[in-house]
Nanobody, 123 residues
Framework: QLQLVESGGGLVQAGGSLRLSCAAS????????MGWFRQAPGKEREFVAS????????YYADSVKGRFTISRDNAKKAVYLQMNSLKPADTAVYYC????????????????WGQGTQVTVSS
């Protein structure tokens, strides 16, 4: 069984940065596309960023484009989300997940999900 574990969340002030990590374990890390999603209190889970299986293509939600960067290291079976210029609106639980090789922004196309890591941005 494939397992995903996120880390790197925490409390930061507006304008600060965090780097989230997602480590895969349990079985061979296939050529999955990977995605980051987030869910704020009282709101629906939303797409943040995705990356294709090789890391050559990325896609971002408009709300984070230019501030967040998704990357991956297949040798280390890891995916990352560098978050800069954080805003209070970025406060949410962040989840990584495995999806189609080409990547996707649709949560229902993702099969395995991590437990989530809390990101809180204060003003």
């Amino acid at each position: 069984q494939l397992q995903l574990v996120e880390s790197g969340g925490g409390l930061v002030q507006a304008g600060g940065s965090l780097r989230l990590s997602c480590a895969a374990s349990g079985r061979s890390f296939r050529p999955y596309g990977m995605g980051w999603f987030r869910q704020a209190p009282g709101k629906e889970r939303e797409f943040v960023a995705s990356i294709n299986w090789s890391g050559g293509s990325t896609y971002y939600a408009d709300s984070v484009k230019g501030r967040f960067t998704i990357s991956r290291d297949n040798a280390k079976k890891a995916v990352y989300l560098q978050m800069n210029s954080l805003k209070p609106a970025d406060t949410a639980v962040y989840y990584c997940a495995t999806g189609p090789p080409i990547g996707s922004s649709w949560p229902r196309e993702y099969d395995y999900w991590g437990q989530g890591t809390q990101v809180t941005v204060s003003s």
